[in-house]
């Protein structure tokens, strides 16, 4: 079984530049999740999709972060524009079902802002 | 807001040696994981703790559960180099209905020979 698939692995960008990231779920899994892990800290929840809607955008700073999620399946993350603090990796997630009992991770995109 | 800790942050142990990670939460919940995560790699599911009382196990690693102390712990027994990893500890947050997962900060394992 393919696991969740995310490009690029690695992204060197200048502040207030523009960044994407890209994800490909596990065929069939109808939950999809971004985190943003800080070096040094356990991942956070910025977003996360049941299909192509969102049920929890509580922690994704709107005014520069947005996401979409295209006929339920890929999605893509964008930062505009970046900031220093964003530096982090960004991990997707998927799982069957609303619960992230059995959710599978992503090997993330490392950003590095500078 | 629900916070998880975990303690020791940092564990340096010698190969054959016990110990024992533990994760802290403060608001009531009914599952608890347990991720292992590489470095520059993802996370790996370890465990999923589903009921107070709960522990699972497997090889030299065991997880338990207590929901009443809102407490979970990680034995790790004749600890082996390749247990090197950073270990997270992660709570639903029943805010959302059992959909949302808070991570604690991590342990990160450093297994000397």
């Known amino acids: 079984e393919a696991g969740v698939a995310q490009s690029p692995r690695y992204k060197i960008i200048e502040k207030r530049q523009s960044v994407a990231f890209w994800c490909n779920p596990i065929s069939g899994h109808a939950t999809l999740y971004w985190y943003q892990q800080i070096l040094g800290q356990g991942p956070k929840l910025l977003i996360q999709?049941?299909?192509?809607?969102?049920?929890?955008d509580s922690q994704l700073p709107k005014d520069r972060f947005s996401a979409e999620r295209l006929k339920g399946v890929d999605s893509t993350l964008k930062i505009q524009p970046a900031k220093l603090e964003d530096s982090a990796v960004y991990l997707c997630?998927?799982?069957?079902?609303?619960?992230?009992?059995?959710?599978?991770f992503g090997q993330g995109t490392r950003l590095t802002v500078v | 807001e629900l916070k998880v800790e975990q303690n020791p942050l940092f564990l340096s142990m010698q190969e054959g040696k016990n110990y024992t990670i533990y994760c802290n939460y403060s608001t009531t919940s009914d599952r608890l994981y347990w991720y292992r995560q590489d470095p520059g790699k993802s996370l790996e599911s370890l465990f999923v703790?589903?009921?107070?009382?709960a522990v699972k196990q497997e090889g030299r690693l065991m997880a338990s559960l207590d929901t009443k102390a809102r407490l979970s712990t990680l034995h790790i027994t004749a600890a082996v180099h390749d247990l090197s990893a950073t270990y997270f500890c992660a709570v639903d947050n029943p805010n959302f209905g059992n959909e949302k997962l808070t991570f604690g900060t991590g342990t990160r394992l450093t297994i000397i020979p």
């Open positions: 703790l589903l009921s107070n009382g």
């Open positions: 999709f049941q299909n192509n809607g969102v049920v929890d």
């Open positions: 997630a998927s799982s069957l079902g609303r619960s992230p009992s059995g959710a599978f």
